[in-house]
C-alpha cells in the first residue's frame, strides 16, 4: 500500500521488543509455492477458504517467503479473492519486527 509521508509530528509506536512471529491466523506460502495453515498443508486457495469460518474469509493474511515467486504470490492472491476472500493482505518482516 502507498500512502502519503506521515505528519512530522506524529511519533510511531516502537515494537522492537515484541516477538517477530506470523499471526496465526496466517497462510504461509514457502518458497516452492507449498502453503501451510498453523503448520497442515493446504492444497488450494479454495481449500484453505472453505476450511476457515464465515467471519474469517473476509480478510486472508499471507507470509510469504522471500524467495517466493512474484507470479506464484499474484496467482494465488488472485485465486483467494476468486474464492471470497475481500481483502488479501501480505505480511512481511517489517510487518513482524
Excluded: C, W
Excluded at 517477530?20 to 477458504?49: K, Q, W
Excluded at 486472508?60 to 474464492?83: F, Y
Aim: no cysteine.
Amino acid at each position: 500500500t502507498l500512502s502519503t509521508p506521515l505528519d512530522k509530528d506524529v511519533t510511531l509506536v516502537r515494537t522492537a521488543e515484541l516477538e517477530g512471529r506470523a499471526p496465526p491466523d496466517t497462510l504461509v506460502v514457502h518458497e516452492n509455492g507449498r502453503m501451510t495453515y498453523r503448520g497442515n498443508d493446504i492444497a488450494s486457495a479454495e481449500a484453505f477458504l472453505q476450511a476457515r469460518p464465515e467471519d474469517g474469509r473476509e480478510v486472508v493474511r499471507i507470509v510469504p517467503d522471500a524467495a517466493l515467486s512474484a507470479t506464484v504470490l499474484v496467482d494465488l492472491a488472485r485465486a483467494l479473492r476468486a474464492a471470497g476472500a475481500q481483502r488479501v493482505v501480505l505480511v512481511t518482516e517489517r510487518g513482524l519486527e
